[in-house]
């Protein structure tokens, strides 16, 4: 069966249209499953930056409303374009004229988003015409949203797999950590299973680490099959609105479902060479996001990939 994860964003209203209400936290979660689709709808709270970005990381496509163009709106234009969210739709008010769209669109990820008003038909519709191929035959990786103790079941996880096929007793490395924990029953949509694939959203029972360890951003993983660094030179594309350019100093980085502060060390001529201030989780297809949290508008520095592990 397809997995789809999408985020909502600039609409408080429409995830619990789409699906049943479910985990809720800074990011609150809505659920859907279909005869040929379970969807996973991710929606930040109070537009938060960072629960805004570590979304934007682990989804396939978004929803945007246009309802009105305010700078929230346009720096989220730039997060889904340089995490490369390609599929999406953009709700606009009725009347809007389409030309207008396109010219704040175009040369970006979502210049391809469908555009309508909100019809709740419709953007399911659009939602299951979304394909997108899975790496299955990769070794396991499981990022984690949210954990906690459960009574009678133990400390439990909830994520996606990125990649991959977890089973049930697998034996998996939690990183940053570097401990072995095992997966003692895996559950999709309330049911129990005995394995999930790539793509899929689930909650996995496990043993050999807490919950407070597990924390969001932490992945399950087979072992040696994803990296842990602290200092890393990125290629890096600068955000061309972000007004004070990049500069030695102080920042934040998204990577995955982390969000961590880091150090800028060095800029160059397209990279840059950056300090984590603890040991982050990353792999070659991440998009690293550089954010100024400080920035008194726009807070997207630029968005980097991994050259060369330097320690």
């Not at 005869?35 to 570590?54: H, L, R, W």
């Not at 989804?59 to 730039?78: C, K, L, Q, R, Y």
């Not at 007793?169 to 394995?195: A, F, Y």
């Not at 792999?283 to 060369?308: I, P, Y």
Request: glycine share 8%; with cysteine.
């Amino acid at each position: 069966m397809k997995n789809l994860a999408v985020g909502i964003f600039h609409d408080d209203e429409l995830g619990r249209k789409l699906g049943k209400r479910g985990t809720a936290s800074d990011v609150v979660l809505y659920n859907r499953k279909t005869d040929g689709c379970i969807y996973t709808f991710m929606q930040p709270v109070e537009d938060k930056v960072t629960v805004k970005s570590q979304i934007m990381s682990c989804i396939d496509a978004a929803i945007v409303s246009f309802a009105a163009m305010t700078p929230a709106v346009g720096e989220t234009i730039i997060m889904l374009d340089s995490f490369n969210i390609s599929r999406g739709i953009i709700i606009v008010p009725p009347y809007t004229e389409r030309a207008k769209i396109a010219a704040i669109t175009q040369r970006t990820a979502l210049e391809n988003y469908a555009v309508m008003e909100q019809d709740i038909p419709a953007i399911q519709k659009t939602l299951e015409g979304f394909e997108i191929t899975r790496d299955t035959r990769a070794p396991a990786r499981i990022v984690v949203d949210h954990s906690f103790p459960v009574k009678g079941v133990g400390e439990v996880v909830l994520g996606c797999v990125k990649q991959g096929l977890v089973k049930r007793h697998d034996k998996l490395m939690l990183l940053p950590q570097g401990t072995e924990v095992v997966v003692r029953s895996i559950q999709m949509q309330d049911n129990d299973v005995l394995e999930s694939e790539a793509g899929s959203r689930v909650g996995l029972a496990i043993k050999g680490a807490t919950a407070e360890e597990m924390k969001r951003g932490t992945v399950i993983c087979a072992p040696g099959s994803t990296a842990v660094g602290t200092k890393f030179t990125l290629s890096f594309l600068p955000n061309r609105y972000y007004a004070t350019g990049l500069k030695e100093g102080a920042y934040h980085l998204t990577i995955g479902m982390q969000t961590v502060p880091v150090s800028v060390t060095a800029v160059g001529s397209g990279t840059v060479t950056l300090v984590t201030q603890r040991p982050v989780v990353y792999s070659a297809d991440d998009t690293f996001l550089l954010l100024d949290l400080n920035a008194a508008k726009v807070h997207v520095v630029g968005r980097g990939h991994w050259q060369e592990l330097l320690g």
